[in-house]
T-cell receptor, first 113, second 112 residues
Framework: SAVISQKPSRDICQRGTSLTIQCQVDSQVTMMFWYRQQPGQSLTLIAT?????????ESGFVIDKFPISRPNLTFSTLTVSNMSPEDSSIYLC??????????FGPGTRLTVT | EDKVVQSPLSLVVHEGDTVTLNCSYEVTNFRSLLWYKQEKKAPTFLFML????IEKKSGRLSSILDKKELSSILNITATQTGDSAIYLC????????????FGTGTRLKVLA
């Protein structure tokens, strides 16, 4: 199984600012995923980060708002830009295991005031 | 549109009870079904099911997939307060690459 670390674990940010979340995997993986989980909701996929190519964004999410970097096979960042209170969520990164199951990082709880 | 639905949405039981959580799906290019337990922030992987009728078991938890009925169940026997969590079901589909579709989850509360 993959071991994934994520930071920060939580943050409180002002409206209009940006926050970058880092995700580190203990093994090389081709794909990494970024999810958002709003209060009381299930997980919503923001984008898939592939090393060496642009991230693939899901409907409703755009690169200007959620730029993603994937500089190597063990690391990715997600930036939440120009934040508003509606961006208050848990943000999770994940990576697939060898059989297609997914493992998650510990998550970042973001509160925007 | 690919869809995963879980029921019930929430459940309150007493310690020692047995619970059955349901997950049904309508997707194209089904590959596998995953169960997760989410207590605080990060979902913890429980089971991966790919073949119909084969039960996966871990302690008091077990799960089985029915591809004909497009569904899966997660059973928890002799529940404990530590089983209180949100249980998420996700279906993996292949469309060039893997894609994971999550259900809304079942919130389980076990009372002492």
């Amino acid at each position: 199984s993959a071991v994934i670390s994520q930071k920060p674990s939580r943050d409180i940010c002002q409206r209009g600012t940006s926050l970058t979340i880092q995700c580190q995997v203990d093994s090389q993986v081709t794909m990494m995923f970024w999810y958002r989980q709003q209060p009381g909701q299930s997980l919503t996929l923001i984008a898939t980060a592939n090393q060496g190519s642009e991230a693939t964004y899901e409907s409703g999410f755009v690169i200007d708002k959620f730029p993603i970097s994937r500089p190597n096979l063990t690391f990715s960042t997600l930036t939440v830009s120009n934040m508003s209170p509606e961006d208050s969520s848990i943000y999770l990164c994940s990576a697939p295991g060898t059989s297609g199951e997914q493992y998650f990082g510990p998550g970042t709880r973001l509160t925007v005031t | 549109e690919d869809k995963v639905v879980q029921s019930p949405l929430s459940l309150v039981v007493h310690e020692g009870d047995t619970v059955t959580l349901n997950c049904s799906y309508e997707v194209t290019n089904f590959r596998s079904l995953l169960w997760y337990k989410q207590e605080k922030k990060a979902p913890t992987f429980l089971f991966m099911l790919t073949s119909s009728g084969i039960e996966k078991k871990s302690g008091r938890l077990s799960s089985i997939l029915d591809k004909k009925e497009l569904s899966s169940i997660l059973n928890i026997t002799a529940t404990q307060t530590g089983d209180s969590a949100i249980y998420l079901c996700a279906v993996v589909i292949t469309s060039g690459t893997y894609k994971y579709i999550f259900g809304t989850g079942t919130r389980l509360k076990v009372l002492a």
